[in-house]
């Protein structure tokens, strides 16, 4: 029989789950009211910084127009995306400037290639996905420049392979950059290139949105299954930041998370602190903060014993290269987790979208670059001081003279890797996993 404080707390989360549906159902209603004239199937929005509506499908519903549209991640209650083209500025991209988060909300304009290649290799914006997404912005910017110069296509080529260089691992930079050269270069005239350039960076920013709004969906149905065969909360644990910050919105391994939990079905995440940078303390902790999902964060050698005392349920990271095959390129450290979930009997998902697959490369383990960074990053950690009581600061943590090596990613070879969760469905990790969902990539 069911005891009085196991019921209480059942009725607890049917309560919650009711006002969650009723709160959506009054905001989707109240948004269709407001709602601005749709411009081109996407509903504009001036009070927002950017279009924070995507996949839009207008349909008539007597003489009114309805769109159907998706709210964005939230920042203060109010919808961002991670990167935007200006309305207002013709030359100007904007981004979230991710190295000052959690303690500061700064945008950072981009106004030329030179600046985009600056935000990817410094890691203004980071994660494959939102690299990506800078990567089109960037060639929008390129094309700009390459209007000015007497070899259009001898400039535009430059631009793209510099963007390209900026950093090796996430297989999206290249993607994007490629994209967009393959549309600018179909076009005639200057102004029809850049035209086709800009159309590119929005177009390339919406299908991440969207792909990682379809991700949330398919993840979410392993999370419920979960939660309806132990009817309890489901504890995820994710590494590094594959959040909406490392995309233009919603994220890939934190989708389905914040899928599950605003249909009410109760989640909880283990943050993995994500040494040496800290993606998960100072990022994934913050939007899962932002976006109400209750977390801890955990340091990262935490999770082996997490896992053995049967507090985690599920592991789901992202990813900045996937082979065809399954093996997955991620942040350093997460091969160790993909071990020790094996070794527990725990699946270990990886989301991403088809933008991050390596569709040559068959070895993951031998064939994928893998960053190495300054060990600085190692040495050096920063942060404010405990009573908040001023900016942020570096300290150094390792005697003198010490030498530090950062190599800032690993490879999970797919053997360790229960299912990859795509826009269009969840596969296994394998060539006939992924064929299965990616035909046309494998004629
Ligand atoms: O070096 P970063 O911060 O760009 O690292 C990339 C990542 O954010 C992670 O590896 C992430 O988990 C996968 S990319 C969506």
């Known amino acids: 029989m069911e005891d009085m404080d196991s019921r209480l707390v059942r009725e607890l989360f049917d309560f919650r789950k009711t006002i969650r549906t009723a709160t959506f159902f009054m905001d989707r209603l109240l948004d269709c009211l407001e709602s601005p004239v749709p411009v081109s199937g996407i509903r504009k929005n001036p009070s927002y910084p950017c279009n924070p509506w995507l996949n839009s499908e207008p349909r008539e519903a007597g003489r009114l127009r309805i769109t159907r549209y998706i709210p964005a991640m939230l920042v203060d209650g109010k919808p961002y995306r991670t990167i935007w083209l200006s309305d207002s500025e013709p030359r100007l991209v904007q981004i979230i400037d991710q190295r000052k988060l959690p303690f500061a909300f700064k945008i950072a304009d981009l106004r030329a290639t030179d600046d985009a290649a600056r935000a990817i290799v410094e890691m203004q914006v980071r994660g494959a996905g939102l690299i990506g997404a800078t990567a089109a912005a960037g060639m929008y910017l390129a094309a700009i420049e390459a209007t000015a110069e007497t070899d259009f296509e001898a400039a535009i080529q430059k631009r793209a392979e510099f963007l390209c260089e900026q950093r090796p691992t996430a297989v999206n930079l290249r993607w994007a950059v490629e994209r967009s050269l393959a549309a600018i270069l179909e076009c005639e005239t200057n102004e029809e290139k850049v035209t086709a350039a800009r159309a590119m960076a929005q177009t390339v920013a919406d299908e991440d949105a969207d792909f990682c709004r379809r991700i949330g969906q398919h993840g979410m149905e392993l999370i419920r299954e979960i939660h309806n065969r132990t009817g309890k909360p489901v504890n995820v644990l994710t590494h590094c ?195 299965g969902l990616f035909p046309e990539k494998f004629s």
């Open 241 to 435: 930041n594959a959040g909406w910050l490392a995309f233009v919105d919603y994220g890939s391994a934190t989708a389905p998370i914040y899928a599950a939990h605003d249909a009410g079905i109760p989640v909880h995440v283990w943050v993995d602190e994500t040494r040496p940078r800290n993606q998960g303390a100072r990022l994934t902790a913050w939007e899962l903060g932002q976006h109400g999902v209750p977390h801890t964060v955990v340091a990262d050698n935490v999770g082996g014993h997490l896992m053995q005392q049967g507090m985690v349920d599920l592991v789901i990271t992202g990813t900045d290269r996937t082979t065809f095959t399954g093996d997955v390129a991620n942040k350093i450290g997460t091969y160790l987790k993909a071990l020790a979930a094996d070794d527990n009997g725990i699946p270990f998902c990886v989301a991403l979208p088809s933008s991050t697959f390596d569709w040559e490369i068959r070895d993951g383990v031998n064939g994928i670059p893998i960053e190495q960074r300054g060990g600085d990053e190692v040495t050096v950690m920063s942060g404010v001081p405990v009573d908040r009581s001023g900016p942020e600061q570096e300290f150094q943590i390792v005697a003198e003279g010490s030498p530090a090596a950062n190599f800032a990613f690993d490879v999970t070879p797919s053997r360790l890797v229960s299912k990859l969760i795509t826009e269009r469905g969840i596969c296994d990790a394998s060539e006939d996993g992924v064929h």
